[in-house]
């Protein structure tokens, strides 16, 4: 057995969720309900003035990890995060969910900051979100551990940190040390816009390496430059053991060896859709790890992703394994 079940490798931010009124908006010129890109001034400005606030580790793909640890999952985070207040926060609380998190810091003396999501939440419940990438946009090769790699199952690997300017070689060498221990790859593609900036590289990653592809139908849409979506799948199919699309209300299709199966999705009230995604692998990749069939896996993953959306925050609310238990999946 390997130490690790996953290991995903991504972002690293911390999440500071805080309510505040229109008037908060106005006085600082946050566009409400939107997520824009920010840089560290406009970053410490707006932590400075946010008041209270929740903190907890964020990006996607830690999510995910998060989620796997929740369940008791065997997981290990790398993700790149400075040596500073909110570096820790997100250190511990990574490892507080039961993930492993080794990424040597960066210095304090590095320019660039932890990087941080600030979520503005007004009484209406919508969410305005002002994202500073920090240093976590230069996860590097240097940072991937090849004994963890060998070590992992799967390998969990973040389309968003495609944007990274030596993320590209960081996945390679990640990849390779996993492959060659006989361990599996999973990627998810992040969004449509990542999609685009990077169509071919995903596209190479996809046919030579990956085992397990995320997308949600948005972005299996634009990985192929189609508006059908059963071409779409079918495509992808045919470059991936196993290939897992979300469609919102409609649940998930998983494809596999020739088969198709769809999930619907559980009934839910949508408070806060964030990390639906994040929580559908968290499901998914668990219940494979843990000898489910792919049909079960797949609805643990919409199970998981329907409890993340009916409240604020990224992580899980319940006790996710009582909730499989309940839907007959003990």
């Known amino acids: 057995m390997k130490k690790y079940q996953v ?12 309510r505040v009124d229109d008037a908060f908006l106005e006085a600082h010129g946050v566009e409400k309900g939107i997520m824009q ?5 406009r970053a410490v400005e707006l932590y400075e003035h946010v008041g209270p606030a929740q903190q907890v580790s964020g990006g996607s793909a830690a999510n995910t990890i998060a989620g796997i640890a929740h369940l008791g999952g065997r997981t290990a985070y790398v993700g790149k995060v400075r040596d500073d207040q909110l570096g820790e926060i997100f250190a511990h609380d990574l490892r507080a969910q039961g993930a492993a998190f080794e990424t040597p810091m960066a210095s304090r003396d590095t320019v660039q900051e932890t990087g941080r999501c600030l979520v503005c939440v007004t009484p209406d419940g919508e969410r305005s979100m002002n994202t500073y990438l920090g240093v976590s946009e230069f996860l590097g090769p240097e940072d991937i551990d090849e004994t963890m790699m060998a070590e992992a199952e799967w390998i969990y690997l973040e389309g968003y940190r495609f944007d990274g300017p030596d993320s590209h070689k960081a996945f390679a060498k990640a990849i390779r040390a996993c492959k060659a221990a006989e361990g599996r790859v999973a990627i998810t593609l992040s969004d449509p816009f990542c999609v685009e900036r990077h169509r071919d590289a995903f596209r190479r990653m996809i046919a030579e390496d990956v085992d397990l592809l995320f997308a949600n139908r948005a972005e299996i849409l634009s990985m192929y430059e189609t508006e059908d979506l059963d071409e779409a799948l079918a495509r992808a199919a045919e470059q991936v053991s196993i290939l897992a699309c979300t469609d919102g209300e409609k649940g998930a299709y998983i494809l596999s060896e020739g088969q198709r199966w769809h999930i619907p999705a559980q009934p839910t009230e949508v408070v806060d859709a964030t990390g639906a995604g994040d929580l559908f692998a968290a499901g998914l990749l668990w219940g494979l790890t843990s000898g489910r069939s792919l049909e079960d896996a797949g609805r643990m993953g919409c199970i998981a992703a329907s409890e993340v959306i009916d409240h604020i ?6 006790d996710l394994k009582n909730l499989f238990h309940q839907y007959g999946l003990a």
């Open 7 to 18: 290991v995903g490798i991504g972002n690293a931010m911390v999440d500071v969720l805080a």
């Open 313 to 318: 925050g990224a992580r899980p609310a319940a």
């Open 37 to 41: 890109l920010i840089d560290r001034d």
